[in-house]
């Protein structure tokens, strides 16, 4: 919203000579004496961060006991402390015990679980919303199955990643988050809850993680170096690294990439756009296996196996390629 510096009168009178004022763009200006006046942006308050609040009925509360109680039970005199310090009986802290994790009680402590997780991983903020609307979705599965709270709080910060197309938070980084959080996620049941939600996504594919592993290269001191050395520019070399790699995921066959990882493809497919580049430049090659690999995560042999399998048999294709499109401003050129 913009507005005067001045009262808003000076928005019709010029406040020296009472002439007309007009609207300039960037600032306001009397046709009569020239003054100008400066707009001021008034910018809108940013929308809040999501919280567990918004999306729950409720926050966590203590447990004040059953609703209703036998009148055997209220007209008896209390038991005495099952541990000779405590102040609660031993029938009173099994009740807490069975409250815990059931009714409206879980609901919120897995939002606050995803709002602590997604806050770890500096996810943006749709994320955190996107992710508090699947759990309480996939909630009514807890009913027919014994899933914990955690599990659900992994898999909806998963598929919310996947539905808003972050590359830059995965599986592994999801349940990393949750055990430093002191929670356990296993493996079978993020299956067992995608096999029976009600939410379904596509599969990623490679395609989607070469971004992530250009960022990451960006932070390679050694990588840095030698393209200062040869005189090359960091932006241009990446996204020639990438507009290759593509290309080298597109000339492969879906056939061949069956049974293998996206990011270990993704980390491969960059890892053959170097080497490509390397021999159409006649030069050194500027990345090894090994820091392609740590760029996403993946073992060192696995992308030295995907590219030998699945990137080498195509690799005449791939330079053919890059010289089609060396030479096509040549062409229009001429």
Known sequence: MLSSSSSSIYLEKCGECSGQI??????????????????EVLEGRERKMPQALDYTPH????????????????????????????????????????????????VYSCAKMIERVCEKLSTPKIVVSQS???????????????????????YSIITAC???GITSVGVKEVVEAHRALGRRVKATALIQISLD?????????????????????SSNSGLRRKLGEHMMSETVYY????????????????????????????????YAAEVALAQSDSRIRFLSQR???????????????QYGEVFRPVGRELKDAIRREESLPQRLAT
Do not use: W
């Open 22 to 39: 007009i609207d300039a763009g960037d600032e306001f200006v009397c046709q009569s004496c020239g003054m100008v006046t400066a707009k």
């Open 59 to 106: 926050a966590l509360g203590g447990f004040l006991g059953p609703p209703e109680q036998e009148y055997e039970e209220q007209q008896s005199p209390p038991t005495s402390p099952a541990f000779p310090d405590a102040s609660s009986s031993f029938k009173y802290l099994k009740l807490v015990s069975d409250f815990v994790g059931k009714g409206e009680s879980c």
């Open 132 to 154: 508090m609307v699947i759990a309480n979705k996939v909630f009514e599965l807890r009913k027919r199955n014994e899933i914990t709270v955690a599990a659900i709080s992994a």
């Open 162 to 164: 996947k539905i808003e």
């Open 197 to 217: 939600s009600p939410i379904k996504t596509r599969a990623r594919r490679a395609e989607d993680y070469l971004t992530r592993v250009i960022a990451h290269l």
């Open 239 to 270: 996204n020639k690294l990438y507009k290759v790699a593509r290309e080298a995921l597109g000339i492969v066959e879906r056939e061949a990439m069956g049974g293998h990882s996206p990011c270990g493809l993704a980390a491969s497919a960059v």
């Open 291 to 305: 820091e392609v690999a740590e760029c996403i995560g993946v073992a060192e042999y696995t992308v030295r196996e």
